[in-house]
C-alpha cells in the first residue's frame, strides 16, 4: 500500500536533487545558502520522524537562519528558448496539455478508486489520500513527459529547481503557521482571545453578536492566515455562547457561514503564503514581496463585498431556520 | 493575558515587514514562555519551557509536512513549460474569437466552483493550473484584442486577477462539499460542544454564499474586460499623437 511516508521519501528525494543541483550551479548568486536550505528540507522529509521534537527544533532554527534572514536567491538553470519554445508549441499542438491534465486526473480518480474500489483502497492509504493520489499522478504524468519529450536526464530536477526557487522561504510558511497554531492551541490562547473580545464588545443584540464574530472569523484568519486556527478560537468565544446560546441562532448555519467570513480573511492578508504568496511568486509579479501584492489586491473588493453578505446572510438565516 | 504577546509578536513583525518565518518562531517561542509565567517561576524553569515549546513546534512542523507534497507537480510543469505549454496555451485561446480575458476568467470561476463543490478541489490550483494554463490563457485573450503585446501594467493586472479567480473558486465552492476539511472540522467541533449535526446540514449552507461570491467576482471580472479595453484604448491614444 502507498502511505504517506512513501510520498515524504520522494519529496525528500526530490529537494535533495534540488540541493545537489544548486551546489554545482557556479551562477547560483546564493549557492551554498539555497542547497543548505532545500537540502535541510530534504533532511526534514527523508529523517523528520526519527529526529525528535527537539532534532525538528533545532532544524526548523538552522531553517529560518537560512531562508528568514536574507533574501534566496533564484538560480536560472540552461534551459530553452522563446523561439524553441514557440516552434514546440506550434509542432507538439494540443497534445501538450495531456501531461498537465494526467495529475488532477490521476488525483481525483485515485482518491475515489481509494474510496469506493477495493484495488483503490488496496493501493493507496486512507489519511491524506488525495495528496498521496496527487503525488502518484506527478510521478506518472512525469514519466510520460520523459517518454515523450526526450529532454535531458536532468531536466525535469533543472525546471523544478527553478520554479521552487522562484517560491523560495514562502514555501515553509504554511507549516510554520499550521505549527504555530499548534502551540496557540496548548498555551490557550484562544480561551484567552474569547474572554477579552466578549470584554470589549457588549453583545446586547443578535446583529451586533453576528457582526462581531463574522469580523472575529475575519481578523484572526488574517493574523494566522488560515480559516481553520481561527474557527476553534472565535466559535467558542462568540459563535457558539451569544449567536447561539443567548440569542437563539441554527448552529450548523452560524457555523457555515461563520467559517466563510473566515475564508474572506484568507483572500485578504499575506500570511496565507500558498494561496496568496506563492501564485505571486510563480506568477513573477513585480509586487510580489509587498504585503498587498498584485493577487491580495485583486482579491480584496470581493473578500470586502462577500464578508458583508456573509454577515447579512447569518443574520437573515440563522435566526429563521 | 501575556500569551497574547506571542500574537502581538505576529502583528507587529507583519507591520515591520520581518521575515515571516522569523516571526512565527520568536511568536511561537514567545508564546511558550510566557504561559509559563507564574509567581516564584525561575529564569531557569522559563529557559527549560522555551526549549520544551521549540520542541513541541518541531513535532508540529513534522507531523504538517504533507503541506510539500504538492511540490512534486513542479518537475512536471517546468518540463512541460520547456517544451512551449504555456505559449501553446496562448495560441489555444488566441483562436477562440469572442474570448476575453474576463469571460474566460469568469467560465474558470464557474467551473472552479462546481468542481470544488464536488470535492474535485486538485483540479485547479496555482503550481498545476494558474500558471501554466490559465494566466497564460487570459492574457493571451487579451493580447488578441490589444493587437500584439499588453503593457506590463496589464499583464500583471491580468495575472493578479487569475490567481484570484482561482481561490476565489476553490473556496467558495469547496465548503458544499461534505467531506472537505473544513466541514469535518465543524462537525468535530461542534460534537465536542455537545451539538450534533450532519456535514450535509452545514453544507447546504454555504450555498448561499456561493452564489454571492459568484455574482460578486463573476460581475467584476465584466467590469475587468472594460478596464482592460479602457487602458488599451488609452495607450493606443497615445501612440497615435
Known sequence: MITLEHAYILVGLMFLGFAILTLRDSDHSTRIRSALFWGLIAVSMLFGSYLGGLGNGLLILALVALGGLKKLGVGQPSTTTLEERRGSAIRRRNALFIPALIVPLIAVGGTLAAKHTDVGAWLISSTQTTLIALGLGCILALIAAMVWLRPPVMAPVQEGRRLMDSIGWAALLPQMLASLGAVFLAADVGGVVGELVTRAVPMSSPLLAVAAYCLGMALFTVIMGNAFAAFPVMTAAIGLPFVVGQFGGNPAIVCAIGMLAGFCGTLMTPMAANFNVVPANLLELPDRNSALNGVIRAQLPTALILLGVNMALMYALAFRF | ?241
Do not use: C
Request: charged share 15%; no cysteine.
Open chain 2, 1 to 241: 493575558m501575556l500569551v497574547l504577546l506571542g500574537i502581538a509578536v505576529v502583528v507587529a513583525g507583519f507591520v515591520a515587514r520581518i521575515n515571516p518565518l522569523l516571526v512565527i518562531l520568536i511568536a511561537a517561542i514567545v508564546t511558550g514562555v510566557t504561559a509559563a509565567v507564574a509567581p516564584g517561576v525561575d529564569v531557569r524553569a522559563l529557559a527549560r519551557a522555551g526549549v520544551d515549546t521549540l520542541a513541541a513546534f518541531g513535532d508540529a512542523f513534522n507531523d504538517n509536512r504533507y503541506f510539500h507534497i504538492t511540490w512534486l507537480v513542479l518537475p512536471v510543469i517546468g518540463l512541460l513549460e520547456r517544451a512551449g505549454l504555456q505559449e501553446r496555451a496562448r495560441m489555444l485561446i488566441a483562436q477562440v474569437r469572442v474570448a476575453t480575458a474576463g469571460r474566460l476568467l469568469l467560465s474558470y470561476l464557474l467551473v472552479r466552483q462546481l468542481t470544488s463543490a464536488l470535492g474535485l478541489t486538485s483540479l485547479g490550483g496555482h503550481p498545476q493550473m494558474v500558471r501554466p494554463l490559465v494566466a497564460p490563457m487570459a492574457e493571451g485573450a487579451a493580447e488578441v484584442q490589444a493587437g500584439g503585446d499588453l503593457p506590463d501594467k496589464i499583464r500583471f493586472r491580468i495575472r493578479g486577477m487569475s490567481a484570484a479567480t482561482d481561490n476565489i473558486g476553490l473556496f467558495f465552492g469547496e465548503d458544499i462539499f461534505i467531506a472537505i476539511g473544513s466541514i469535518v472540522l465543524m462537525v468535530g467541533f461542534l460534537e465536542q460542544a455537545g451539538i450534533i449535526v450532519e456535514p450535509l446540514q452545514l453544507s447546504v449552507w454555504a450555498i448561499p454564499t456561493a452564489i454571492a461570491a459568484f455574482a460578486i467576482h463573476g460581475a467584476r471580472l465584466l467590469l475587468f474586460d472594460r478596464e482592460i479595453r479602457r487602458a488599451l484604448a488609452a495607450r493606443s491614444a497615445e501612440a497615435g499623437q
